[in-house]
């Protein structure tokens, strides 16, 4: 059966849910300080893309095999779900120890991380407003805090609120994926786990991509590019239209 017989909103709401979380970044500016900030997180963004590139191939190629039924598809999304998580941890941990990055900069990394696997396992298996409401205390938090100027006095409270998304979003991964059923056949397979390398090539290039005009800067000698920034917002909201074209 056609998996896209859905409410036409579901791909306006894809391309929310991609753009959205944008909003976290500036809010996040006192935590993202010192040596090494830009290069971890450019790190965090291509480890976290492509993993969940690779993750979603897994998860989706699952479901077309066994048919309507989650099991199958929830126990290869929730192994996949540790294994990647500890994978941009080992990545994060080996930034650190290269770019002398602040703890809190490595941890910002570790959260991007865990919300874009989180709401992976979320969107393959269809509880987009389970990932919206994951969002609201991110988007919520940033958005009042960068509203009230950034005040020093609420610095604590914004960075609560954008741990907070990364964690919901994780629990309800583990949440959603908790009934698998009896195991039937290999958790993973060698054919499925060699196609999902092209995936997760596209989440590196993708990553690559939106991250170069960051790092190059405006004259190539870095510091931040704002038009290209302000140009992958329109990119970001397109996604979900792209993702119901395929």
Not at 26 to 47: E, Q, Y
Not at 155 to 184: I, Q
Request: hydrophobic share 55%; net charge positive; aromatic share 8%.
């Amino acid at each position: 059966p056609d998996p896209w017989q859905v409410s036409k909103f579901r791909p306006a709401l894809h391309g929310l849910l991609y753009g959205v979380p944008a909003v976290c970044f500036p809010a996040a500016a006192g935590l993202l300080a010192g040596p090494g900030a830009l290069m971890a997180l450019i790190v965090a963004l291509l480890a976290a893309w492509s993993l969940s590139q690779a993750l979603a191939y897994l998860g989706y190629i699952r479901l077309g095999r066994t048919g309507p039924g989650h099991g199958p598809a929830r126990r290869v999304l929730r192994a996949g779900l540790a294994i990647t998580m500890g994978l941009v941890l080992v990545v994060m941990a080996v930034t650190g120890l290269i770019t002398h990055s602040a703890t809190s900069v490595l941890m910002f990394g570790v959260g991007e991380g865990a919300y874009m696997l989180g709401a992976c396992v979320l969107l393959v298996l269809g509880m987009e407003r389970w990932l919206l409401i994951s969002l609201i205390p991110g988007v919520i938090g940033s958005g009042i805090y960068l509203a009230l100027g950034r005040p020093p006095g609420l610095e604590h409270f914004a960075w609560a609120a954008l741990a907070g998304t990364p964690l919901v979003a994780l629990v309800l991964a583990v949440v959603f994926t908790r009934k698998t059923g009896k195991p039937a056949g290999k958790l993973f397979v060698a054919e499925e786990v060699r196609g999902a390398v092209p995936a997760a090539a596209f989440g590196l290039v993708a990553a690559g991509l939106l991250s170069f005009p960051v790092a190059a800067g405006v004259y190539g000698h870095g510091g931040v590019n704002t038009g290209a920034l302000l140009a992958t917002l329109p990119l970001s909201l397109s996604m979900g239209a792209a993702e119901w074209s395929l």
